[in-house]
C-alpha cells in the first residue's frame, strides 16, 4: 500500500506573504474600510488565527505592508535615466513621472499611503522614509549635476516630495484615482520649489 506524501506545512514567511498579498487585493477592491482580519484570512485562504498570530490587529498588517511598498519605492527611484537628461528639471521630472506611474500601477499603494486615512503609524513611517528617500533623490541629481550650497536648516528635497505627494493625494481623495492633470500639477510643484535653490542650468558632474 502506498503512504500518502505528507503535505508540507507553509513557512512562516510563506504566510506573511499570503497574508500581505491578500491585503493588496482587499485594498485594491475596496479600499481600507472594508479590510478586516477576517476578510484578509478568507482572501489568503488561512484560519483568522494564523493572521492574529503574525498581525494581532490591522494596523499591524499594514505597517508590514507599508514596508513592502516602502522598499518598491526605493526601487523605483534607484532605476537608471531612460536616456541622459539635459537638465535637472528634466530629471526630476522623470523621477516624478515613475512614482506617479508605480502609484497608478499599485492601487493598494494609493490606498495606503496616499489615501488620507489618518493613521499614525503610517503617517509616522511615511515621513521617515520619505527623509531616506530623499537622500537617494539628491544623490541621484548630484551624480548627474554639480549642486549648489543647500540650505542646511531644511532638507529641500524631503519637503519638495512631500509637497508633491499632498498634491497627489489630495487628487487621489477627490477623484479616487490619479488623473494626468493632478500628476502634471505635482511635477510642477516640485520643479518650481527646487528651482528657488537650483538654478535653470548646472554644470555636469564629473564625468558627466
Do not use: N
Amino acid at each position: 500500500m502506498s503512504r500518502s506524501v505528507p503535505k508540507r506545512r507553509a513557512s512562516s514567511q510563506e504566510r506573511i506573504d499570503r497574508i500581505l498579498e491578500a491585503t493588496i487585493s482587499l485594498l485594491g477592491q475596496g479600499g481600507l474600510s472594508e479590510l478586516s482580519i477576517y476578510a484578509i484570512a478568507e482572501q489568503a485562504e488561512i484560519p483568522p488565527s494564523s493572521v492574529y498570530h503574525f498581525f494581532p490587529q490591522i494596523s499591524d498588517v499594514l505597517a508590514a505592508l507599508a514596508e513592502r511598498l516602502f522598499v518598491e519605492l526605493d526601487a523605483v527611484l534607484q532605476q537608471p535615466p531612460s536616456s541622459a537628461p539635459d537638465s535637472w528639471a528634466a530629471l526630476v521630472a522623470e523621477i516624478e513621472a515613475r512614482f506617479q506611474d508605480y502609484y497608478r500601477r499599485h492601487p493598494a499603494a494609493c490606498e495606503l499611503l496616499l489615501g488620507g486615512h489618518g493613521l499614525a503609524a503610517i503617517r509616522q513611517a511615511d515621513q521617515q522614509h520619505d527623509q531616506l528617500l530623499a537622500q537617494r533623490f539628491q544623490q541621484c541629481l548630484a551624480e548627474r549635476f554639480v549642486l549648489p550650497a543647500l540650505p542646511q536648516d531644511v532638507d529641500i528635497f524631503a519637503l519638495a516630495m512631500q509637497a508633491a505627494d499632498k498634491l497627489l493625494a489630495v487628487g487621489y481623495q477627490q477623484a479616487g484615482a490619479l488623473s494626468d492633470p493632478i500628476c502634471r500639477e505635482a511635477t510642477r510643484l516640485m520643479t518650481a520649489y527646487l528651482s528657488v535653490y537650483l538654478p535653470p542650468v548646472l554644470p555636469p558632474a564629473k564625468g558627466r
